[in-house]
């Protein structure tokens, strides 16, 4: 995941800044860098959101509780046999 995330970054760094140059507003490589380190992390806490959001609509434990633990266990009740 850490590679992931770093790929990102570059990435994100190196578009921001050839955005920057070809705007005609060049910015500095290190302000590109600060405002993709934005953008990641907003960008993975989202996907972090939807994938505990989805795991709870779909009334599973999370893959990766975390320490805190699933945020909601589903009960399931069991029919009486006739």
Request: positive net charge; charged residues 20%.
């Amino acid at each position: 995941m850490a590679v992931s995330v770093l790929l990102w970054w570059a990435g994100l760094t190196l578009v921001l800044w050839l955005l920057s140059r070809v705007s005609g507003q060049p910015a500095g490589l290190a302000g590109c860098a600060a405002s993709a380190v934005l953008l990641v992390a907003v960008g993975e806490a989202g996907d972090w959101v939807r994938r505990r959001w989805r795991t709870h609509r779909l009334g599973r434990p999370a893959a990766n509780p975390g320490p805190a633990g699933p945020l909601r266990t589903r009960r399931v009740r069991k029919r009486p046999q006739p």
